[in-house]
């Protein structure tokens, strides 16, 4: 079911009301434009690499007082405006890592930059390289698709293209589905048991498609997979890094990633964490939605997560709000330093929302199963 806090349908939009609603989505480009101010200005002393810690921290605890969004989408919005700021987020993480890149010819390895830069461009790969990604990914445009996995090959895991869309979506809610964190179960445990099981998830449906699902190494049919042209790319782009910028720029490049898959994987634990089906079709109470209002302008809509797989082609200014979806306690940054640092509380607040909407374990028929 809608949201009860729908606003009426409209036959035609403005000019001005469609230049509104787009503005606030400008608030995606936040932290990939902080990170392009810290490269741009770099090297540092150390000192000032430091106080680079305090608007991005600000930034990140605003989420908790933002307010929240309920308004539901317009139907009318044209989708081309939208879709430039996903253009726009592409060559703007390009552009970073380049400059990443750059930044360690010049300067130590063996530096408070170091871990700023890590910090920061890990923080905005996850949103113009994976969440931007994520956008592009489950759209039909073959040039789309095409930018998304270029995208997820710059935090080296372009196998999530293949695992999410065909997988995941799939499978979501499901013992099979290795993205779905159990009920009870840690980030820590999960994150050891995801990162494995998405990319031989990946792999399977890749071999499958190819006519044998046990195919050895060296079938010459692997090379028409599309995770081997993955794994050849960022690899072959990571070595052309080490090769050209020498071993500083090729660590933080890589440890951006690690960075960036570690935030990538914490929204994947906490988006169906606790939630079971069963065979039926994936319904708005598969997972858990936000409404923060930071979240959803600053992530390109990925808060409205029950409408995205309700409908993955959906684009993001489009996606609806469900009452029949569990709510997040906070936004997902907030969400995040629940699911890092006191995991035990982030815990405890989803299993009273599960209990309180009777979901995941407290379901009536998986209570009936247990006793």
């Known amino acids: 079911m809608l949201s009860t806090n729908a606003v009426g349908q409209h036959s035609s939009v403005t000019t001005t009301a469609v230049a509104t609603i787009w503005s606030r989505h400008l608030l995606t480009f936040v932290y990939p434009l902080m990170t392009f101010a810290f490269l741009v200005s770099g090297p540092h002393r150390w000192w000032t690499a430091l106080l680079w810690m305090i608007p991005g921290t600000l930034l990140d605890f605003s989420d908790d007082y933002s307010g929240r969004v309920q308004r539901q989408p317009r139907p009318d919005l044209p989708g081309w405006p939208f879709d430039l700021l996903l253009y726009a987020h592409f060559l703007l993480q390009i552009i970073n890592v380049i400059l990443l890149v750059h930044l360690f010819t010049v300067q130590s390895f063996w530096s408070i930059d170091t871990f700023m830069a890590v910090q920061f461009v890990g923080g905005a790969s996850g949103v113009s390289g994976i969440v931007v990604a994520h956008e592009l990914i489950h759209r039909r445009q073959a040039h789309l698709q095409l ?191 629940l699911v890092y640092f006191k995991n035990q509380q982030f815990q405890q607040l989803m299993t009273e929302e599960l209990r309180r909407r009777q979901l995941g374990p407290f379901a009536p028929a998986a209570a009936a199963a247990a006793g």
């Open 147 to 337: 930018m998304g996995r270029i995208l997820m090959g710059t935090v080296l895991y372009e196998h999530f293209s293949t695992e999410h869309v065909r997988g995941h979506h799939v499978r979501v809610g499901t013992p099979e589905d290795p993205a779905t964190a159990r009920f009870g179960e840690t980030f820590w445990a999960f994150l050891l048991r995801t990162v494995p099981g998405q990319f031989r998830s990946a792999w399977r449906l890749e071999t499958k498609r190819l006519g044998d699902e046990h195919m050895s190494l060296t079938d010459p049919r692997l090379l028409r997979s599309r995770v081997v042209h993955g794994l050849i790319v960022e690899w072959a782009v990571a070595f052309a890094i080490l090769l050209l910028a020498g071993p500083a720029s090729f660590a933080v490049f890589v440890l951006q990633a690690v960075m960036a898959i570690g935030a990538l994987e914490g929204v994947n634990y906490f988006e169906h964490w606790g939630l079971m089906r069963s065979g039926r079709k994936v319904q708005p109470a598969d997972s858990w939605d936000s409404e923060a209002r930071f979240t959803y302008y600053s992530l390109v809509g990925l808060t409205r997560h029950a409408d995205h797989h309700a409908h993955a082609s959906r684009p993001y200014q489009a996606l609806r709000l469900f009452d029949d979806s569990p709510k997040l306690p906070r936004g997902y940054h907030g969400m995040l330093r």
